[in-house]
């Protein structure tokens, strides 16, 4: 622990991320070192080029990597890169909840936004039905009817829009969630 | 003489030759009597689970049995092993919540193996310094003997799991822990017993004998599995071209697990883990080919069979306690209880410290405390017990043993098992979730899973979700254009789910509105 803290140094703003993310040294160390890795040319930052090559099979990726970058820039150092996977780090059972505090990135409700915002493109709060159809394209690819997709989106948000405004917000997100165990299904164990 | 004619020329009393058919169909008439009648009853079956009443009736019957001076039927091993347990184990396995499975399946293969090896170990090295200290009549019992004995005893049972654990709707979580526990730890108990019963008539036990019998624990358990996959992709390739044919295609499937399990006993490679293989290999296959309706009947089958012969077994195991030698050996059983809660316990809580430094989802202690306090034995264990060989010399300690393994059962079943549902609700632990499927939740969680994907390939970790990804991909490519047949073949899942949740609620809408809307 002691050697991991001390070659913290070399990684931009170390100290702060440590208290900001909640990652053990050794983890964002790692991390560092996984981000050296992507960033072939070594310019310090990293572009979608660079995380689209890993994610070339995933049929979201475009929105994964998208979810990286503030919007409007085209580059993500460090510190952005780990703030984005700090949402996914595993939550902790006994954590004081002091109220002072900024809630932390890998809480219940922060998890189900950022996977909320991977649908909501435009922002707007609401994921609508083009919104949802895209997705379901997305993810079931040519394998299935244009008529197929419409039907599957309409039942979907059928079934969440209880005030029948045509799409789903966070709240109807949420809920439908209710029942998946979200600090588990959206949590990596991140090596040390 | 011979020429003098009976009254009637025809009639005539044989009961010899119906004997064995029309008894079996008693037992199984009783059976299902007496598990109607625990439902009728009210509220009983709310504070006693239906097994202690099973082997409660098993016990009157037996000793009514026994008061007409008859040799009441005990629990053969072979009728157990190769007609009870399949059934109960094949409806587990299909019906096998795979999603949970994987996703715990660390904890679940440490719980199983590790945890069994130590409660083995444990209780059969504790219970031969008993033997050794205490002037008891037990002096004559070997290490080996111990140890046999300590791995039938440490064998969670799937049959009383299930039978306790499906009553009470605990969380998916800790189902799937304490069941999956009961179903993997069948290679090690086999493994065991059998090496310890070589052991046992060989006169020396060398390290290489020790090394071997560690191969020969991968061999039965990776063994059984391959023999169960094999007969699954049969299966699964034989369902393809039953679509002219659809009234044999239940019976596809129970045969093909049925050969599956057969098979890999041959070998005393692990049936269970064989089956349990093949239902989960054939499962996803036979169902996209198979019709509707024979999709029904394997399903009701499959719970009727794996109902009846959980009533039956507890029923038997009632009776042979009445009937089976008894060796009572105060010391000894007494031991036996402490030891096995005790090495229950320090197993659980030891590996869970181990686990909780790498699980996402941390066990707490409630989790702890139910993992460990549901850890049932049963009819495995009483049938284990039954084979043990009866040499001359030690007849007496298969008595003793086998008292002992039957208090052992009781004691789980009784007192844990009637404790259990009261112990829970008390902690307040997580019940089930019952709600209908929705069709966000399904389209959601296929989200997160790229979503998961997607991280872990950026950090570059290769964990749970990018194998999974791996697997699903292959299935996609190479498998399902050779195991399914037509243009279901390339149908997503999201496409079947939805089909299926329409087709479901068309029914209940038919179903319904029959009698609603009528003027």
């Not at chain 1, 572009?47 to 090559?53: G, I, K, Q, V």
């Not at chain 1, 079934?159 to 997100?173: P, S």
């Not at chain 2, 089976?324 to 869970?352: A, D, E, K, Q, Y």
């Amino acid at each position: 622990m002691g050697s991991s803290r001390s070659s913290l140094r070399r990684v931009p703003d170390g100290q702060q991320l440590l208290q900001e993310t909640g990652f053990s040294a050794a983890v964002l160390l790692r991390l560092h070192q996984r981000f050296q890795f992507l960033d072939k040319d070594s310019r310090g930052h990293l572009r979608s080029e660079d995380l689209e090559a890993e994610l070339s099979e995933n049929p979201i990726g475009d929105r994964i990597v998208g979810a990286f970058f503030q919007p409007g820039q085209e580059t993500v150092d460090f510190p952005s890169f780990v703030r984005v996977l700090a949402h996914f780090r595993p939550t902790e059972k006994n954590r004081t909840r002091d109220g002072v505090q900024p809630e932390p990135a890998n809480s219940r409700n922060r998890k189900l936004k950022f996977a909320f915002q991977l649908y909501d493109q435009d922002r707007d709060g609401k994921i609508s039905r083009t919104e949802l159809l895209q997705v379901l394209r997305e993810m079931l690819g040519l394998q299935v009817t244009e008529e197929q997709l419409q039907s599957i989106a309409e039942r979907a948000i059928q079934e969440a829009d209880l005030d029948r405004d045509d799409a789903i917000c966070f709240d109807k997100f949420r809920k439908s969630l209710e029942k998946v165990d979200i600090d588990h299904k959206m949590s990596v164990r991140f090596l040390e | 003489n011979a020429t003098k004619h009976k009254a009637f020329p025809v009639l005539e009393l044989n009961y010899d030759y119906v004997r064995m058919p029309f008894e079996i169909s008693l037992w199984i008439l009783l059976a299902l009597l007496m598990k109607l009648g625990f439902h009728i009853i009210p509220r009983i079956s709310h504070i006693v689970p239906e097994s202690c009443l099973l082997i409660f009736v098993g016990l009157l019957i037996g000793g009514v049995i026994k008061a007409i001076q008859e040799k009441a039927p005990v629990m053969d091993t072979k009728l157990f092993f190769l007609y009870l347990l399949p059934p109960i184990i094949l409806d587990a396995g299909y019906f096998l919540p795979i999603r949970a499975f994987t996703e715990n399946m660390g904890t679940i293969l440490v719980f199983a193996v590790v945890g069994t090896l130590w409660n083995a170990f444990f209780i059969g090295g504790m219970m031969f310094a008993v033997c050794q200290i205490e002037a008891a009549a037990a002096a004559h019992v070997s290490l080996l003997s111990c140890l046999l004995f300590g791995s039938i005893i440490s064998a969670v049972d799937p049959v009383a799991v299930l039978a306790v654990f499906e009553e009470i709707h605990i969380n998916e979580l800790l189902h799937i822990l304490v069941f999956g526990e009961s179903l993997l730890n069948d290679a090690v108990t086999v493994v065991l017993y059998h090496l310890f019963e070589e052991f046992s008539h060989a006169d020396t036990v060398t390290v290489g004998d020790a090394f071997l019998g560690v191969v020969s624990f991968f061999v039965v358990s990776l063994g059984g599995i391959l023999v169960g996959v094999i007969y699954g992709v049969l299966g699964a390739f034989t369902s393809r071209f039953t679509s002219h044919f659809r009234v044999i295609e239940p019976l596809f499937v129970f045969l093909y697990s049925y050969m599956a399990y057969l098979s890999a006993e041959v070998f005393h490679l692990s049936g269970i883990m064989s089956l349990i293989a093949c239902g989960v290999v054939m499962r996803p296959y036979v169902e996209a080919n198979i019709s509707h309706k024979s999709y029904t009947t394997i399903k009701y089958f499959l719970k009727m069979w794996s109902s009846v012969s959980e009533t039956l077994i507890f029923i038997f195991l009632g009776v042979s306690t009445v009937e089976g030698p008894h060796n009572w050996n105060w010391i000894f059983v007494v031991f036996t209880l402490v030891f096995c809660l005790l090495s229950r316990v320090l197993g659980v809580v030891g590996l869970t410290f181990i686990i909780n430094k790498f699980r996402i989802v941390k066990l707490t202690k409630k989790d702890q405390f139910i993992v460990a306090y549901g850890g049932l034995r049963g009819a495995i264990a009483f049938s284990l017990g039954y084979l043990i060989h009866q040499d001359e010399g030690s007849k007496d300690t298969r008595g003793m043993f086998l008292t002992a393994i039957i208090t052992v059962i009781f004691f789980t079943v009784f007192v844990q098992g009637m404790t259990i549902r009261p112990l829970v609700e008390l902690l307040a632990v997580k019940k089930k979730k019952e709600s209908k499927p929705s069709i966000n939740e399904e389209i959601h969680t296929q989200f997160l899973d790229h979503l998961l994907t997607g991280i872990e390939d950026i950090c570059g970790h290769y964990g749970h979700h990018h194998w999974k990804d791996k697997l699903n991909r292959f299935n996609k490519t190479y498998v399902k254009k050779w195991l399914i047949a037509g243009e279901r073949s390339s149908e997503p899942q999201l496409i079947s789910f939805y089909n299926k949740m329409e087709m479901k609620q068309a029914m209940m809408l038919v179903e319904s509105g029959s009698a609603a809307k009528l003027p």
